[in-house]
């Protein structure tokens, strides 16, 4: 039986609606494994090390790969927003795509199974996740009201249940759970075990940390705010890209009335669990640990005014509250608060609506 | 592996501390069905017709029955708070309990059995929902971060994984949905047959639609705000009376720094699919409806002045609300207002902490 309002078909997306982006393949079973789900769409490979390293991308899959030189002869100065040696890399991406949604995995994410046993194709999920409306304005305790079974319960407003577009889909994981340095420390032999059949729409005025590994976006809706900072060897900081994107993210879906779905898909991450790996993850992650207490609540209170109609418009408010208000922290966040005007910039040049046809 | 912090085992609650109540039993299997799970506990049915009509209560149960001539006699004047022939006359027991945690399960709702086929002892998981901290003020995507084999994601902020006390632990139902009437309408045979492993806290900020079917509370955290207001025959509403209280407790736990947390357990909810019963339900909800709509911005926007550091007072303050912003969309919400005065009223009379001790 269909949910709230006319159920959203799960439509296979068409190749020229999605690309999947990946930042760095070091392992290519992980092509081998996903290639039934993903040889029918387009790769954008986004090296973070190395340029003089190669890449081979098994004979199939259609793929265009990026280098830290490419990055700077298509960007010029402006390449210097794109983080080097770490995974934030990742958001050159979204930005050379020309595509209406993306998908976005790590290369030690594997297809998990169901219950049942199935393989669980992740990217199905994530395309019924955003094709179908978000409830962030009220909480609905039977979930997703417009999965097939369920619908709105008693005391949800009529008003309310048309829902909102959504513009983002994160997905999970199963296996290796996506704890902090410490975490893993502590509880090294720890899995996530538990399948969880839902996805919810994460509330109106309410943060969560966004895991870049198994995420999914419409690019038309919140691509110029999936900018990953500033992260890697050049910085004091890592492993906090997809975070600092969330939590930006967020506030803008919250302020233009998009929605964030949280849940299935599952991948199975098989990220060894090494104690020398946590050691490196604890020192590229000690300074997102230490101002992730001062950023919750600068995001949490953070100013969107009425003015600010587009994406755009509205990170570039962002970034002049982060160096107004952040700067004090750490010079860091002025030099981060420039990089994200930088990537603004990147993303009109590279993302002009051509509106006559080109001779 | 247990949680983050300390696992609380789920202890058994004592008699002494927990008290069932049931707004009248029309059907005895009721009974017989829970009677493993609720004997070792006090019951407190609190009779919503006719006086003079008998509930038969099998031997083998502790409990105290309350009809309309005890609910009089004990209130007095006051017994005005108290709806007639509408479930809502329940938050009596609540009035009249001295335990600190109160279960409180409509006569249609029978044990429910979890995939592996186990009868699940929701009473057990209630408990263990209130015993745990919640985390409404950020939002963890592997959910209850507490539970067994779970833990806080990165980019949590470690100051806020104390979590804070849980007041209510709002259960679901398995088989009939709890719809309202339109949809029970459009959709009889829909039935709710997914079984979400998940707990979760409900956001603060976020109102949601709390069904007192099966439900549990801290009455010390909330007591004097779980009150289901005037519902039933001498009123225009009915229904609604779980979903006023829950409104109200929503922005008061916001308030006071409590949880809410929503998801397991499940109870089966037998409730016949009848076309009649839906027509009745839709006279009796259809001010609840069309009100709800108001509502909603009402308890979004409700302010909490910083001088409400007690349930009573930011109850008597919302009050006020009522009065000055809901009072103009009907003359109900008048009367409605100066009830949730006596309501207050009677809680601190039957409710007074004895400081000496009794001769």
């Known amino acids: 039986m269909a949910g709230a309002l006319v159920d959203v078909k799960p439509t296979p997306i068409l190749k020229e609606e999605l690309d999947i982006v990946i930042p760095t393949i070091r392992n290519l079973d992980f092509l081998e494994m996903w290639r039934p789900f993903f040889e029918p769409y387009h790769l954008i490979i986004v090296q973070d090390g190395d340029p003089s390293r190669t890449i081979k991308v098994p004979d199939g899959f259609d793929y265009e790969l990026y280098n830290r030189n490419d990055i700077n002869r298509i960007l010029g100065p402006k390449a210097s927003c794109i983080s080097f040696k770490d995974s934030a890399c990742r958001c050159f991406g979204y930005l050379v795509s020309k ?8 290369d030690d994410c594997f297809v998990a199974k169901d219950p049942s046993g199935k393989e669980i ?4 999920q994530h395309i019924k996740n955003l094709l179908n409306p978000s409830t962030p304005l009220f909480f609905n305790t039977l979930y997703d009201p417009y999965r097939e079974g369920a619908d709105f319960v008693r ?4 008003s309310l249940r048309e829902g909102v577009p959504t513009a983002v889909s994160h997905g999970l994981w199963l296996n290796i759970p996506d704890y902090d340095a410490p975490t893993q420390l502590a509880k090294p032999l720890e899995r996530n075990t538990r399948f ?3 996805v919810l729409t994460i509330p109106g005025g309410t943060l969560f940390p966004m895991c870049g590994m198994n995420l999914a976006f419409n690019r038309e809706l ?9 992260m890697g060897i050049r910085e004091p900081i890592g492993r906090y890209g ?5 939590w930006c993210v ?3 879906c919250d302020h233009l009335g998009y929605g964030v779905k949280t849940g299935l ?3 199975w991450h098989s990220k060894a669990s090494d104690p020398i790996i946590a050691f490196v993850n604890l020192r590229e992650e000690y300074y997102g640990i230490f101002w992730q207490e001062e950023l919750n609540p600068f995001f949490q209170s953070a100013v969107r005014t009425k003015a600010c109609a587009t994406v755009q418009k509205c990170y570039i408010e962002l970034s002049k509250q982060v160096k107004d208000e952040l700067g004090r922290i750490d010079p860091y966040f002025l030099k981060l608060a420039d990089a994200m005007v930088t990537w603004v910039g990147a993303w009109d040049e590279l993302n002009v609506k051509v509106c006559a046809p080109v001779k």
């Open 99 to 106: 595509k209406k949604y993306i998908f976005t995995i790590d």
């Open 121 to 124: 194709n992740a990217l199905e």
């Open 155 to 158: 005391g949800y407003p009529f």
């Open 196 to 198: 969880v059949d839902v």
């Open 222 to 230: 919140i691509g110029p705010a999936m900018y990953f900072g500033l």
């Open 242 to 246: 997809d975070m600092w994107s969330g």
């Open 250 to 252: 967020k506030v803008i």
């Open 265 to 267: 898909p599952y991948i």
